[in-house]
């Protein structure tokens, strides 16, 4: 048989591979560990979401939507930001619906950043901004947070700003390190960006789990920031959906239209029952106001269970996620910790270096507890050998 040959062209993301999730849920999987790696919940969301879905396709919501979005579910969402944050955007022409929060942040990538662009990424940071930010020609300038604390680093955000940056992508509650940014970072950040065109992709899909009483800082929230940025959301990681991946972007008009221009090519659309199943469900306020207490409550089950092991806790201020310090244990590298955690301890972890462009070793691991609370005690059991 002839064998015919194929034309392999250079890679557009050369040093992109198989990803540390993908890999350590597999080997979870293989050896019956319980996955704390992967950020998804076990657990499934209201079945008054799923019903409200239903509803929709039975009216015959079934067909393409706007390109930006159904405008019911648009308003909706004008609203809810009106509510928490006291900014109203124009659900027209400033919000638009996305195909989850990960195309969010890559269409508005596309949209400003150009070759040659700079754009400043805060490490650790999640997996898909450095790549996006390739593809689009730009150049990530990689700014580390602070050790230990994960707070921002002003000083060194402030000098890596050059007449070719064109953004800077914020995140916060934070992947992987669980931190939060509070006003007075938003005013810092405000202060530094005031003489420059720097734009602000905030990526704020763990904005309904802030804890200890903390109010969750968004630039929404921020008049002088809200002018420049790109807000993200997301409705799967709120209502414990995230294989629907449905997202939302809130940006002023002129930067909106930049965004839909871009989003109009890469997906056109969303999912149209989803997105009318959403509106009715938004009417509700519970689900996102009592997330943070839900989510407190089982991160406060997993810091107990995990206070008689020789892992130090660090501050787990949002998010769903918990690193922690196991230099007391091992000195293994954080991935090969990870793998020997989830093969002779049976739970899987993620290395905080895989956040990190150099793959640098702190001799941390992230645990993911958006679980039931039958999966975290299994774990918590076995980590007590710990």
């Known amino acids: 048989m002839t064998q015919f040959r194929t034309p392999l062209p250079p890679s557009r993301l050369p040093k992109v591979g198989t990803t540390i999730f993908t890999v350590m849920s597999a080997l979870a999987a293989e050896r019956g560990a319980v996955n704390l790696g992967q950020g998804f919940p076990d657990f499934e969301g209201d079945p008054a979401l799923v019903d409200a879905v ?22 909706a969402v004008a609203s809810k930001i009106e509510a928490l944050y006291g900014k109203r955007y124009d659900a027209t022409s400033e919000i ?68 070719r940056t064109r953004a800077i992508i914020v995140n916060t509650p934070h992947n992987p390190s669980a931190t939060i ?36 800082a968004s630039a929404c929230a921020h008049p002088e920031l809200a002018a420049r940025a790109f807000v993200v959301s997301s409705f799967g990681k709120t209502f414990h959906v995230t294989g629907w991946k449905i997202g939302t972007v809130a940006a002023p008009a002129p930067l909106s239209a930049e965004f839909r221009k871009v989003h109009q090519f890469n997906v056109f659309t969303v999912n149209t029952p989803m997105q009318h199943g959403l509106s009715r469900y938004l009417a509700n306020r519970a689900p996102y106001l009592e997330l943070s207490a839900f989510y407190q409550r089982k991160r406060d089950l997993f810091r107990a269970g995990l206070a008689g092991t020789r892992l130090r806790l660090l501050p787990s201020e949002g998010s769903y996620f918990q690193v922690v310090d196991y230099s007391a244990i091992s000195d293994l590298g954080e991935a090969d910790f990870c793998r020997w955690l989830t093969t002779e301890i049976g739970v899987a972890a993620i290395p905080l270096s895989a956040f990190y462009e150099d793959g640098r070793n702190q001799g941390l691991a992230r645990f993911c507890f958006a679980k039931q609370d039958s999966t975290l005690n299994t774990a918590l059991g076995r980590l007590a050998r710990l």
Do not use: C
Request: negative net charge; hydrophobic residues 45%; without cysteine.
């Open 54 to 75: 239903t509803q929709a396709m039975r009216e015959g919501h079934n067909q393409y939507p706007p390109m930006t979005g159904v405008p019911v579910l648009r308003e």
């Open 96 to 163: 638009t619906i996305t195909a989850g929060a990960t195309q969010a942040i890559i269409t508005a990538i596309l949209a400003v950043v150009g070759p040659g662009d700079e754009v400043i990424v805060l490490e650790p940071n999640y997996d898909s901004y450095i790549p996006n930010i390739e593809l689009a020609g730009g150049m990530a300038v990689k700014v580390a947070l602070q050790a230990e604390t994960f707070r921002p680093d002003f000083p060194a955000i402030a000098a890596a700003i050059t007449p």
């Open 181 to 216: 940014w509070r006003a007075a970072d938003l005013d810092t950040l405000a202060e530094i960006l005031r003489p420059t065109d720097v734009l602000l992709i905030a990526d704020e899909v763990y904005e309904h789990m802030v804890f200890d009483g903390e109010v969750h």
